[in-house]
């Protein structure tokens, strides 16, 4: 079994100082996930299901040690134990923790279990070289699913699964597509870089504040917006009446949210909005969710936004474009030409960032959870300093949630809560409405 391997090119930008993937800054960036529960969590029935999933996912157990020619690799640590920290704390607290310091020497998983009365929050952080959005919400339901078992009695067998390091993305990723196809990506990059009108580059938010970061509540902030079941049902039904997916709709409504706040106020802007994209598809065969490791690449989808345009035209053409990059294989092939690109022009390119960035995780089915504990909510962060503002997505359920998320370095709390406003406009709009044909512009 595999014990130890190398960290690939793409795994090492999260393991850098001051790294990026494209315009996305990932060194030693954090993933919070987590629930928040009404009813008590036992912790020692915690500790023990935390162990579990340690030893189940090698990765969580693993830490990262360098050889004396600098290599960085994952060592396997099998007497490896998650810590799990538990103090009073309400959901200020919770800000406190995402906005704290980012320190992996004991290890890259653990949890913290924050109690105010009966209401329990429960937040898993994983290093985000190892694990993606859609592992990581697989590992919170597994987490639920252990917890419940043990505390009716029955615990689930822990197995006896493939315990080698599994092998990164990219390195898979090498497998799949050959180096003329990837040289093939490289090269459209150029080109596009050659061809552009600076003039027609993606706008983004003004930065409206100073870089340094001190907001007294927290640098990254997270506003929630929360549909409840009727509404997810009638914006899922608005999507699928037009032929688009959720997330292009959704994409169309933030498109036109963050229209509201360029300049010139008249006329149509280009703009942007880069899209995580899980690449386990690619692979042959694709990989479960369930797989601990990172699998996020992503790709951009371009549109002349006119202030009056509506969310469904603009979900139109995500739609298509989402299509286009999917037959291209964009996603996957981007993340292998990024490790190829040594001209400043086509560096500059791979590093411009989109006018918003979208994580939709997607649909997952609602946990189970034991007597006595009630479901309230989970909630996921992952932002580094200088990301742009992002949409992260996801059903839990029948309930939609949707968290806008800025660095309040470079976009202040106010600027971005016209933005929130104006995207729970849009959103009401796309889903209380059957568009007409002429509203499809």
Not at 60 to 66: I, P
Not at 137 to 155: C, D, K, M, Q, V
Not at 284 to 299: Q, R
Not at 352 to 380: E, F, K, Q
Request: glycine fraction near 8%; charged fraction near 20%.
């Amino acid at each position: 079994m595999t014990a130890q391997r190398p960290i690939s090119p793409f795994e090492s930008t999260f393991f850098g100082t001051d790294t990026k993937l494209g315009s996305v800054p990932t060194g030693g960036m954090p993933l919070f996930i987590g629930s928040t529960v009404h009813g008590a969590i036992d912790p020692e029935t915690l500790r023990r299901v935390l162990g579990e999933l340690a030893a189940i996912h090698p990765l969580l157990r693993s830490k990262v040690v360098t050889t004396a020619d600098g290599t960085m690799h994952f060592h396997r640590d099998d007497d490896y134990r998650p810590r799990l920290d538990i103090a009073d704390g309400d959901e200020a607290d919770y800000l406190r923790l995402v906005n704290g310091p980012r320190d992996w020497t004991d290890g890259l998983f653990r949890a913290q279990l924050l109690r105010a009365g009966a209401r329990q929050q429960l937040v898993l952080i994983i290093h985000h070289g190892i694990s993606d959005g859609r592992s990581a919400f697989a590992l919170l339901a597994e987490l639920w699913r252990r917890y419940t078992a043990h505390i009716a009695g029955s615990p689930l067998p822990v197995g006896e699964s493939d315990q080698s390091l599994p092998e990164a993305m990219d390195t898979r990723l090498a497998e799949v597509f050959s180096d003329a196809e990837v040289a093939e990506f490289l090269e459209l990059a150029r080109m596009g870089v050659t061809m552009i009108d600076p003039a027609a580059a993606p706008r983004q938010l003004p930065y409206d504040r100073d870089g340094n970061g001190n907001d007294p509540l927290g640098r990254f902030a997270v506003r929630r917006i929360e549909l409840d079941a009727a509404e997810t049902r009638a914006l899922v039904d608005s999507a699928r009446a037009q032929g688009i997916s959720v997330n292009s709709l959704l994409t169309g409504a933030a498109l036109v949210a963050f229209r509201a706040q360029l300049e010139p106020d008249a006329g149509a802007l280009p703009m942007i909005c880069g899209h995580a994209v899980d690449v386990r598809g690619e692979l042959n065969p694709p990989l479960p969710a369930n797989t601990m490791l990172n699998f996020a690449s992503g790709v951009g989808t371009v549109a002349e936004v006119e202030p009056d345009h509506s969310p469904i035209g603009l979900g139109l053409l995500v739609t298509a474009g989402m299509q286009a990059a999917a037959e291209r294989h964009d996603a996957g092939r981007f993340l292998l030409a990024a490790q190829r690109v040594t001209d400043p022009a086509t560096a500059a390119a791979f590093a411009a960032p989109p006018t918003l960035a979208m994580s939709n995780i997607g649909r997952l089915p609602a946990y189970s959870t034991s007597a006595g504990v009630r479901h309230v909510r989970d909630d996921v962060f992952a932002m580094g300093p200088g990301m742009p503002p992002k949409l992260t997505v996801f059903t839990v359920g029948d309930r939609l949630t949707i968290q806008v998320e800025h660095d309040t370095a470079e976009h202040s709390r106010a600027q971005m809560g016209k933005v929130t406003l104006a995207l729970i406009e849009q959103i009401r709009l796309c889903a209380a409405t059957r568009p007409s044909a002429d509203q499809l512009r």
